[in-house]
């Protein structure tokens, strides 16, 4: 068994030690130093807001951008909050409910904590 790490981007087996203070991934090219520790887990399951918050299931956010809600004449208008959110995997990561609107999905680059 080898050392070497994992690489931290793509988590590909095959990465090499330069025989410095690096290590290489062949597949996607990143480069990492030997002492550099990052949590594949953790970048992957965080979602963060447009300014670059965590965000966590149950927060408060509010909306930084008019949205059209798909198949009605309907808008969720700028700096509407939305509470009690629910994080979940996929394009859409945010489900919510809206007041006057009803129960929706959306993306948390459009939002920010509040």
């Known amino acids: ?3 070497i790490p ?31 520790v990052i949590n594949i887990e953790d970048q992957e399951d965080t979602i963060r807001d447009a300014n670059g918050n965590v965000l966590a299931d149950g927060d408060t956010v509010t909306v930084i951008k008019d949205l059209k809600v798909k198949g009605t004449s309907s808008v969720v208008k700028v700096g509407t909050k939305v509470k009690n959110i629910r994080l979940v995997g996929g394009d859409h990561d945010i489900d919510c409910k809206i007041e006057g609107i009803g129960s929706m999905k959306l993306k948390s680059q459009f939002v920010k904590k509040a």
């Open 1 to 3: 068994m080898s050392d």
């Open 6 to 36: 994992n690489c931290q981007k793509c988590a590909s087996e095959y990465a090499y030690d330069d025989g410095g203070v690096m290590y290489i991934c062949p597949e996607c090219g990143h480069e990492w130093g030997k002492n550099d």
